[in-house]
């Protein structure tokens, strides 16, 4: 259905970003927050009432804004679409993103950047339903790179601080490696199919290794923007940023840009079953190398930081199984726990003015009931336990790929049940994964919050104000009402909440597989595992953690010193690419710089031609001696040129 | 032998100006003593006025209206007399500069220098 008012989503925001940057800095305090909340606070309501709309008459809205370019065949619209998928992510990225705002209000109150933050936050927002609404990958890459830009700009918001800054910077160069490949992707889309727009491409019937080629240079910038192996390294480093946008920008939504890419182009990426086996493989490594590198982090926010990492990795297998709806629902419940834990976190840094070493804390749970609270129940959701959010998510992520039938050879395409072992391999190295998670989350927990208080002495552990706190208990409240959206239709057949599920918000908007749907499978059995790991994990790690604090660290690794080293020093990742790619870059860099720059364009440009004008002068200005005598002879020598011209030879 | 002398008259006295002017004006620009220098301009000025002589004597063209038998003579006495007059100027000037600078070496005033 063709509507006028699509654009208002993301244009509010926009605006709000303009009036906080440009006047922010000599209007009153007040009205910086009432701009930017309200902005925020009107795209959501407008997106409600959108989602409520949506139904059989109108299964999605389309409005037509502007036409942004043509040339030849290629017309690009600044065109948006609001389905059911659209839409979900547009209520997660404006409601999650509403409550960041107020909690900002409270944790950004006494910096005085905070009308340049409340901009940057805004514009972010506004980036992000560009990129969510887009109806086209233009349009997309557009809100990709907004995203993109104002993710540099918030993890560098302390910019003085040259690490921080160093931070920003590394984190917009491994996202451009990955925009690279996004921008390959449009590339060949648009050579074969002649448009860019999702209906378009998704209708379109492409060659296997066309399709191949092009998800496969798509998955490159979800890589790069959803933190998947190769290319995670720079999230670790953003949790430079202030820590509601860490919330924001690299748990809650920038970060699923990529799942949400890849689940919107689901028939782009279902007709190249190679590539599904990729990405399948892609997201479970991720999930276990991050859950690894959370085991033994000491900064609470790193240990959030490798957790999204490691979920994300959760969403991508997902896409990679076939199950788009599980890892946009993984998606989903993720960023109200996760957005919930990095604002737990905020609370517990902003309590203790600014300490973000777990080492330094323990016993908060006297100071800070409230986040504490809130704190454990993300917690719980996280690791994957009944009755939180978390459970039905991921174990429909396991259980999907179980069973799937999706996965093909990169170059024959689907004729068969191929590689039938992938789907178990992902199963068993994601529960393994789900252990692990559970058991970093509980560490975490408890250091924090449990035992004695390890700080020093002249630090007092403060709850934060109510404007904090208030958000943290409706993140954790939707944390767990979470749950009845991921409940099995089986069980709410018949009832008033199966109009309430996940599975109903987004039917019909993937693409089933090729191999077909995964046969039939009873959830019991996984969702029996999925407990026990999940249980299983907190024991063990209250057995380590709980009495003995840090303690518990020596103990796990008391005989393996080395492997507990190599993952508190992220096994290496960031030494081997130093060493892979900076150093040769470095080198690279500095060879041209002294060929090309110093001894080229300096050497024969900007010093070369003054220096020969220089030496055309310094010959010229013989003739010019001053002796009197040398200009008669020149004079001479010409008259006698001139008459022997003349006379003898004319 | 009359006829030789008969046939090229003109060309002696214009041959012998220009190896006159050719060694006034070397001395002009080779001899660094500016007395010199002056005497070598005068000796250009004369062989100018042998050229003009030879000239009047055996005209280009016979008869022209332009010119009678006298012009040429005429220019030289402007040409002595002007040259009596620069030879004073100059001389003056050296005068003046060998009170300034001691020297009378042309290449030593190179003040023209840019």
Redesign the interface.
């Known amino acids: 259905m063709e509507v006028t008012w699509l654009h208002l989503i993301p244009l509010l925001p926009l605006v709000g970003a303009a009036i906080c940057g440009l006047v922010g800095k000599w209007i009153p305090k007040s009205w910086v927050y009432a701009v930017a909340l309200a902005s925020v606070l009107l795209s959501f309501l407008i997106g409600l009432r959108a989602f409520i709309g949506l139904g059989e008459q109108a299964p999605l809205f389309h409005e037509l804004w502007f036409n942004w370019f043509s040339a030849g065949s290629l017309h690009v619209d600044m065109a948006f679409m609001f389905d059911r998928l659209s839409g979900a992510l547009t209520l997660v990225v404006t409601g999650v993103g509403f409550l960041i705002h107020v909690y900002s209000v409270g944790y950004m109150e006494e910096d005085p950047g905070y009308w340049r933050y409340f901009s940057y936050l805004n514009l972010f927002i506004a980036a992000m339903l560009t990129l969510v609404l887009g109806d086209n990958l233009v349009a997309m890459f557009v809100g990709w790179e907004g995203v993109g830009l104002c993710s540099y700009l918030l993890i560098g918001f302390w910019f003085t601080d040259e690490e921080k800054a160093y931070a920003g910077r590394k984190a917009f160069v491994v996202n451009r490696i990955g925009d690279f490949g996004f921008l390959i992707g449009i590339f060949i889309l648009f050579n074969q199919v002649g448009a860019v727009g999702f209906a378009q491409i998704n209708s379109a019937a492409l060659p296997l290794d066309v399709a191949s080629m092009a998800a496969l240079c798509l998955f490159v910038g979800a890589t790069g923007k959803s933190a998947q192996l190769p290319l995670y390294i720079w999230l670790p480093d953003a949790m430079a940023g202030p820590t509601p946008v860490s919330a924001l920008i690299h748990a809650a939504t920038m970060v699923t840009a990529g799942v949400y890419m890849v689940a919107r182009l689901s028939h782009l990426y279902v007709s190249a079953p190679g590539v599904m086996a990729v990405v399948a493989v892609v997201g479970v490594l991720t999930a276990l190398f991050a859950a690894c590198l959370a085991l033994v982090q000491r900064d609470i926010k790193r240990v959030l930081a490798f957790s999204t990492c490691s979920q994300l990795g959760y969403m991508v297998a997902a896409l990679g199984a076939g199950s788009a709806f599980a890892g946009f629902f993984h998606l989903g419940t993720h960023a109200f726990f996760k957005a919930c834990l990095f604002l737990g976190s905020g609370a517990v840094i902003h309590g203790l003015h600014g300490e973000q070493d777990i080492q330094k804390m323990g016993g908060l749970r006297k100071y800070m009931p409230s986040t504490r609270t809130t704190f454990m129940i993300a917690t719980i959701a996280i690791t994957g336990v009944l009755p939180l959010s978390g459970f039905f998510s991921k174990d429909e992520i396991l259980g999907q790929a179980l069973h799937t039938r999706a996965f093909g050879f990169l170059t024959l395409g689907y004729s068969g049940p191929h590689l039938a072992f992938l789907g178990p391999l992902i199963y068993a190295v994601g529960s393994f994964t789900a252990l692990l998670t559970s058991f970093y989350m509980w560490r975490c927990y408890f250091l924090t919050f449990s035992g004695e208080y390890r700080g020093p002495e002249n630090v007092h552990p403060h709850e934060s104000p109510s404007v904090m706190t208030v958000p943290l208990w409706i993140l954790a409240a939707l944390s767990v009402v979470g749950l009845v959206l991921g409940l099995p239709q089986a069980w709410v057949h018949g009832t008033w909440l199966q109009n309430w599920t996940w599975e109903h918000f987004t039917e019909g908007v993937f693409s089933r597989p090729r191999g077909g749907p995964p046969e039939e499978f009873s959830p019991y059995l996984g969702y029996g595992i999925a407990l026990i790991v999940g249980w299983g994990g907190w024991a063990s790690s209250r057995a380590l953690y709980y009495k003995r604090g840090l303690a518990g660290d020596e103990l796990l690794t008391a005989r393996i010193h080395a492997v507990r080293r190599a993952l508190a020093n992220k096994l290496y990742v960031d030494e081997l690419y130093d060493f892979i790619v900076v150093r040769p870059l470095w080198a690279l860099a500095r060879g041209l710089f002294r060929l090309v720059d110093a001894t080229i364009i300096d050497g024969i440009f900007v010093n070369g031609i003054p220096a020969l004008i220089a030496w055309v002068g310094a010959m010229a200005?013989r003739f010019?001696?001053?002796?009197?005598?040398?200009y008669?002879?020149v004079t001479?020598l010409g008259v006698a040129a001139l008459l022997y011209v003349f006379l003898v030879r004319g | 032998m009359e006829e030789f002398f008969h046939a090229h008259q003109a060309q002696h006295y214009l041959v012998l100006g220009a190896m006159l002017f050719a060694l006034g004006a070397a001395g002009v620009v080779l001899r660094r003593n500016a007395i010199i220098v002056l005497m070598s301009i005068e000796l250009m000025l004369n062989a100018v006025n042998l050229t003009f002589l030879a000239f009047s004597r055996f005209p280009l063209v016979p008869d022209s209206p332009m010119g009678s038998f006298l012009s040429g003579h005429a220019a030289v006495f402007f040409v002595i007399a002007t040259a009596a007059a620069e030879a004073s100027v100059g001389l003056a000037i050296i005068i003046a500069v060998f009170r300034s600078r001691t020297s009378i070496n042309v290449d030593e005033f190179d003040t023209l220098k840019l």
């Open positions: 200005r010019q001696n001053g002796d009197v005598q040398r008669l002879a001479a």
